[in-house]
């Protein structure tokens, strides 16, 4: 790997951690046998009522079928656990359910990533 890609993937890893993501890393790829266990995973059903998530397969092969152009992918990881509040009388729900919509948390965290590595 050449020098200047590494640093910039050490510094975009360091802005998602800096952002509250509890992991982040940074791949140019996806290796085959994970495109093949993904394709395992879907052919079982295991994927149930997501349907996009087979019709959109294709788009998950490959960073340039995704975003044409694209070399590399940051990901990341946070634990998004929220309290159980149990109250007599009422419905329990979700955990995932409780707090604010960890799609909102996510992408507030990625913006703050995106913004950080603009002004590096």
């Known amino acids: 790997m050449e020098q200047g890609r590494k640093s910039r993937s050490e ?3 360091r802005l998602a951690l800096d952002a ?3 992991r982040a890393g940074v791949a140019t790829g996806l290796p085959q046998a994970a495109w093949e266990a993904y394709e395992a995973w879907l052919a079982a059903g295991l994927h149930g009522p ?4 087979a019709a959109q397969r294709e788009a998950r092969r490959s960073l340039e079928s995704l975003l044409p152009g694209a070399r590399a992918v940051l990901m990341v990881a946070l634990g998004y656990v929220q309290q159980p509040r149990r109250e007599a009388g009422r419905p329990k729900i979700a955990r ?3 707090g604010r919509d960890y799609h909102k948390v996510l992408r507030s965290k990625l913006r703050r990533v995106a913004a950080a ?4």
Request: proline share 0%.
């Open 117 to 120: 590595a603009e002004r590096e």
């Open 50 to 53: 997501l349907g996009y998530m």
């Open 11 to 13: 510094l975009l890893k």
């Open 20 to 22: 509250g993501f509890d």
């Open 96 to 98: 995932y359910a409780l």
